[in-house]
Nanobody
Framework: VQLQASGGGSVQAGGSLRVSCAAS????????ISWFRQAPGKEREFVAA????????YYADSVKGRFTISSDNAKNTVYLQMNSVKSEDTAVYYC??????????????????WGQGTLVTVSS
């Protein structure tokens, strides 16, 4: 599957932004899609994941209650709605996909398909 991330930009602290991940592929509904982010000088970290077949979602503690991951399977698109953003949310956001559920949705090594990344900058 090929992924295309979009929607990044600049937002003030406390504001909201939605990033999108559009996927190509016939069996999208079985996939697990995760969002990761990488801030300058830091390792890539898990943000949120969705198991498309069941709709189950998973979040990093740092974004729980502020970010929401969702999907529109008809459009083969996964969204990450970011509310109450903080300066520490500034990063390049990447979506990643794997075809079947095997747990470890937070582990970058589990994912073979990656989007190109979209930059989110939060200003205070």
């Amino acid at each position: 599957v090929q992924l295309q991330a979009s929607g990044g930009g600049s937002v003030q602290a406390g504001g909201s932004l939605r990033v999108s991940c559009a996927a190509s592929g016939r069996t999208f509904s079985t996939y697990v899609i995760s969002w990761f982010r990488q801030a300058p000088g830091k390792e890539r970290e898990f943000v949120a994941a969705i198991r498309l077949y069941t709709g189950n979602t998973y979040y990093a503690d740092s974004v729980k209650g502020r970010f929401t991951i969702s999907s529109d399977n008809a459009k083969n698109t996964v969204y990450l709605q970011m509310n109450s953003v903080k300066s520490e949310d500034t990063a390049v956001y990447y979506c990643a996909a794997k075809p079947f559920w095997s747990g470890r949705y937070y582990d970058t090594d589990q994912f073979g398909s990656w989007g190109q990344g979209t930059l989110v900058t939060v200003s205070s």
